[in-house]
């Protein structure tokens, strides 16, 4: 919002703050000020024209005048011809820069010669007027332009949308004035005293259909208006803000919609026939002629103002053209109304149609504002236009809205706010802001909002003005206090503990992807994974009708676009979750699913065993990794069947006793399904039990001694798994054997058809010494002689 300076400060009956303190008392109360434009005029002068003649050989209309600048005539071209002789007009010398950042020189123009500048008030300026020279009321030749038109400086402040209050230059005012420590000069009511008779009730009435939509509408009848120019400070006001001066009565609406915030509408009352004023809602096949010329087509969400039953306005939005004031017109009816916010804004946007009044609508000012408007138009319509205004105004208000109190101890605003604030001191804050204080018993106050701050119900909005003016700056920079009294390690969210998961994996090769939880029940239906599948009731597409039941589908969804695209072989991997019903059987809506965190790893692009083994044991691998970086957990792993899965090579992953899912190579009709040539291993597990694990993981000193490794190669059948050879290495090497890998599978003509060589790294270490050979040896010899007994196993060198 634009904001002037001088018009800031005489509501705010301050005079000696620059434009910059202006602005950084406004910011220090929470205000945003976007911008700040200073408009210096000491370097422009006075000058009154006292010749002019057209310019004898230019084919553009020029004039060249000759201008009394009181100790000095110059000579000066110009092209606008509103200025005659005697004209008090600004004029720029050379070398000034003016305030639109025109430099002016010495030159000549069509043979001319041209020593400065008559300037336009765009160009200074002080509006967006540029056709033609600014004329001056009073001055004298030679005198600074700032002794006639004060400098002035706009402000762009921000107003948030919770403030409607604030949409104003009043509003603003009562902010500055507060933060400054004193009392806004004019009250928010003006006064309004006399009026002529009949009163205004009898020569119109009011009558609201919707008063949902309606919350108020006054209508003031006012007579003898002579329509003609706004006076000069007038129109340099509203030019100063970006706003066109039209004529007196329609500029008085718009200053006091600048001023106090509350738009206005002024009707010619001798074109109001009937003279009854309604607010009701459009009927089918209604249109009004606007004041912008457009003939708008009305639908029966919107909502009119009535004459009788003809439509004259749209109701916070625009006026119509047939009962717009014109230059003949010599008695008005005064508008000032309220309208609700979501309405307004509705009709706004399906007319495609914004004005400055549905802007303030939009954001729910108070009722209360509809008086306070009427009053200040009134009287200045009885200043400027020497109009006449009844007493006794025409008003519907038929469900009044009041404040609501506010019932604290005042500790609780020191509590809010982390600072003591002295009692003094903020009863003037509640005060200077506009709210009633008065202390009960027990040491409780009662606060009531003035009625233009509908939005302030609670405490800790009594709090937030406290602080604002009191100044956050005094609020001092402390460390959070101390809750408990013993320390416990944070809990990370769920998705950062995933995040090391994810990296292990990424570095092992694997893409992460993110699909969408919803998929074609055929494709689910045709992989047997439809048990427990949720359909929805009203898909947009069928092949986005289910929400998943695991995260392999889309895996393999995903490798089957990539092969589209030219890549053979893909690495891919995802968590998220699956939604599944209570039990297979259930039917009810009305039972929460479940909803598994899953993480499902697919390889595929696999020509052959050896490759499909190679990628077995790399994705089980990165698999395992992945889960050590997320929990401490070691998996098991046991043969198993799954319809997803081939036969003989799918096992079960379990934590503890706890299974968890599958890994294996995918069935051939299931990588088939999707058009993926060769083998494919994949893996699904559910990381909830593994989150539930303790996160926080013991630590123990680093062992001093040196470590002592032994590969041994052990030749079993091939249908004993590495886990149980393992687990035996393990329990037979004791607390001097550290660790054992399985590192190789060979499968080839050095073994027995039917029989497999495995490799396991070993590493022995004690605490407390370094070891000998001969302890390792015979440890050795230990594991050698239990795997030989309980699994007939033998040995490679």
Known sequence: MRVSFQWLCELAGIDDLTPQEVAQTLTMAGWTVEELKLIDLSQIRVGRIISQEP?????????????DLGDEQRQVVAGAANAVVGSLVPVALPGTTVPSGVKVRDGSIAGFEARGMLCSQAELELSDEHDGIMLLDSGEPGQPLSAIVPSDAILEVEVTPNRPDCLCHLGLARELAAARGRRLKHDFMPLFTGGIEPPGTDLVSIAIEDPRFCRRYIGAVVSDIRVGPSPRWLQRRLR????????????????????????????????????????????????????????????????????????????????????????GTTQILLEAANFEGIAVRSMSRRLKLRTEASGRFEKNISPELALAGARRAAELLREVCGAKVHTSWAEAYPRPQEPVPVRFRPERIDAILGVHVPLEEMEAILDRLGF??????????????????????????????????????????????????????????????????????????????????????????RLGLDGRALRLVNPLSDDQDTLRTSLLPSLLKVAQLQRKHGREASRLFEIGRAYLRSREDSEEPEEQPDEPQLLGVLSTGHEGADAARKAFYELKGGLERAVNALAPARLRFERAEDRLYHPGRTARILSGREAIGCIGELHPTTSQAFGLPGRAVAAQLDVAPLLELDPIRKVKALLRYPAVTRDLAVVVPVDLEAATLAGAIRSTGGELLTDAVAFDDYRGSQVTEGRKSVAFGLTFRSPARTLTDEEVDTRLEQIRAVLSQRFAASFRD
């Open 55 to 67: 310019h004898p050989a230019s084919k553009k209309p020029l004039w060249v005048h000759m201008v």
């Open 240 to 327: 100063g803000v970006g706003v066109r001066p039209i004529s007196n009565v329609v500029d008085i609406t718009n200053y006091v919609a600048l001023e106090y915030g509350q738009p206005l509408h002024a009707f010619d009352l001798d074109r109001l026939s009937a003279r009854r004023i309604g607010v009701r809602q459009a009927r089918e096949a209604e249109h009004l002629l606007c004041l912008d010329g457009q003939d708008r087509q009305l639908a029966p969400d919107s909502f009119v103002i009535t004459d009788g039953d003809q439509p004259v306005a749209l109701a916070g939005l625009i006026g119509g053209a047939e009962t717009a004031v014109q230059v």
């Open 436 to 525: 009633q204080v008065r202390v009960e018993t027990e040491g409780e106050w009662y606060v009531l909002p003035p009625v233009f701050r509908l939005d302030v119900t609670t405490v800790q909005d009594v709090a937030e003005e406290v602080g604002r003016i009191y100044g956050y700056h005094n609020v001092p920079a402390t460390l959070p206090g101390r809750r408990r009294s013993s320390w416990r390690a944070a809990t990370p969210s769920v998705e950062r503990r995933l995040d090391p998961c994810r990296q292990v994996l990424a570095g092992a090769g694997f893409d992460e992807v993110v699909t969408p939880t919803l998929v074609a029940s055929e494709m689910l239906r």
